[in-house]
């Protein structure tokens, strides 16, 4: 192998594990920026909310009904819900009804 191919290499493994780095930094400013969920014996004020992943996985998580939709979002991108081994991806956040997307 010349000597530029192993450089070409070990400069694209850099990036990657930049690339890596960087997504982990910003999966902890999201987690860090998630409201505390309510205890369960709080009961007035608290909104459940449930997340269905393609696979017909739920997930159900507390919030205070104060607790702003960017807090939801942080939550969904913190986590590692995963599908098949690889990160959820593109999602959408919705009402039952009456039907309201949520970007």
């Known amino acids: 192998m010349k ?4 450089d070409e290499l070990k400069r694209q493994q850099e990036e ?13 400013a999201k987690l860090a920026a998630v409201p505390e969920e309510p205890d369960q014996e709080e009961k007035d004020g608290i909104v459940n909310v449930q997340i269905r992943l393609p696979g017909g996985t739920r997930i159900i998580r507390r919030f ?11 939550y969904i991108e913190s986590h590692e819900l995963l599908i098949e081994g690889e990160p959820l991806g593109s999602y959408q956040v919705a ?3 009456p039907r309201q997307i949520f970007y």
């Open 3 to 6: 000597q530029q191919e192993v």
């Open 16 to 28: 990657e594990e930049l690339a890596l780095q960087r997504q982990e930094e910003d999966r902890q």
């Open 64 to 74: 205070r009904e104060t607790d702003k939709l960017q807090g939801l979002f942080n």
């Open 95 to 97: 009402t039952q009804f």
